[in-house]
């Protein structure tokens, strides 16, 4: 944070500090979804009702034009993050009840971060008089998903490209073992005006790893009146239609585009026959995979490989692979494993 920004957050602290003696507000950090009214929550809404103030990026605030009339409204540009949460901070300590809108949901890229890192410079806590709400929006991530098909259904992981606030080393970093690890990637941020080359990069960290026909799916401003949709590939991904307003989602080694919908299996194929719902051999519904991890414990155990070997062989860390194969090998009873196949996470759903 520069010293400017620093002596203006220390100075909206301090006259909101003075006014002790009004009644506390409230900040309700809200997440509209993206953006059309049909797809925000009814607690959005009704936060946005009960709002004295709403505080939000310029294009937020017109999404919701249609819910804000008679209120104040403070608009701020994009860059101006703090300076928003500054603003919900003092209006809050003046009595007011604050909602503070991101697109999508909140904690993802949005204002909760920032929020909380004034409030709690600020000496704010949880026991304070200030409530602080965060209502949750439908992220770019499920959205875009939703409007392409099933590209989720398995492990995933959100990535932004912006080095506004995050040095490069570290994003190409994050990249890199998320290709490598095969998840299926929602690139938040792609690229702006002046940031044409990140999307660039991150291609070619992906071919690294990937296929060059992995399907990639491109949404422009999802739910919006000017939304697009593209199909491509990895390969090709940068010849698309790519900026601010889109997210980039590339498929698994599994992912496929059939009939202009991108699906990523779940799995089930390497346990079950789909025409018959029957397991193959050496599978058990409701157990582990003969390839989970007491299988694959057996497996390694059983090989005559070094640590050392099998850290190669599997891309896992040598310190790891010494310490399973001396942890005990524990028994998968049924009592011990009731986990649906349809709900291997917590909170998971079929």
């Known amino acids: 944070m ?4 620093h002596t203006t957050m220390s100075a909206a602290m301090n006259s909101a500090n003075n006014d002790a003696s009004k009644k506390p507000g409230k900040i309700m950090l809200v997440g509209i979804g993206p953006g059309s009214n049909e797809h925000m ?30 209120k104040e409204i403070i608009k701020k540009s994009m860059t101006e993050e703090l ?11 003046q009595g007011k009840k604050v909602a503070l809108v991101s697109s999508g949901d909140a904690g993802v890229y949005g204002m909760a971060g920032p929020t909380f890192e004034v ?5 704010w806590t949880p026991d304070s008089d200030i409530e602080v709400e965060i209502v949750p929006g439908a992220s770019a991530l499920n959205t875009c998903a939703a409007l392409v098909g099933a590209p989720l259904t398995h492990d995933f992981c959100a990535i932004s490209l912006s080095d506004l606030l995050t040095p490069w080393p570290v994003i190409a970093r994050r990249l890199n073992a998320a290709a490598d690890a095969d998840f299926v990637v929602a690139l ?34 999802a739910y919006r009146p000017k939304q697009r949709i593209e199909f491509t590939t990895l390969d090709k991904m940068t010849e698309c239609d790519i900026g601010m307003l ?14 202009g919908l991108m699906v990523t299996p779940r799995g089930y194929a390497s346990k079950y026959d789909v025409e018959n719902g029957g397991t193959h051999a050496g599978e058990q519904a409701g157990r582990s995979l003969s390839t989970g991890l007491n299988g694959w ?17 599997y891309g896992l860390p040598a310190s790891y692979i010494a310490a399973t194969l001396a942890a005990e090998i524990l028994d998968e009873t049924p009592e011990a494993d009731q986990e649906n196949d349809s709900e291997n996470a917590a909170g998971a759903s079929a």
């Open 41 to 70: 929550t009814a607690r959005a809404r009704a936060a946005i009702a009960e709002a004295d103030t709403i505080i939000g990026y310029v294009t937020y605030i017109r999404l919701v034009t249609d819910l804000i009339e008679g």
């Open 246 to 259: 889109s997210t980039v989602l590339i498929g698994n080694s599994s992912t496929f585009v059939r009939d």
């Open 297 to 313: 414990l057996e497996t390694i155990r059983s090989s005559g490989k070094t640590a050392g070997e099998l850290a190669v062989q």
């Open 83 to 93: 300076d928003r949460a500054i603003e919900a901070y003092e209006r809050a300590k």
């Open 188 to 221: 938040y941020n792609p690229k702006s005006g002046r940031r044409t080359r990140q999307i660039q990069e991150a291609r070619r960290l992906f071919l690294a790893h990937r296929r060059p026909d992995t399907p990639v799916a491109i949404v422009k401003s």
């Open 119 to 123: 409030l709690f410079q600020a000496g």
């Open 2 to 5: 520069n010293d400017a920004m």
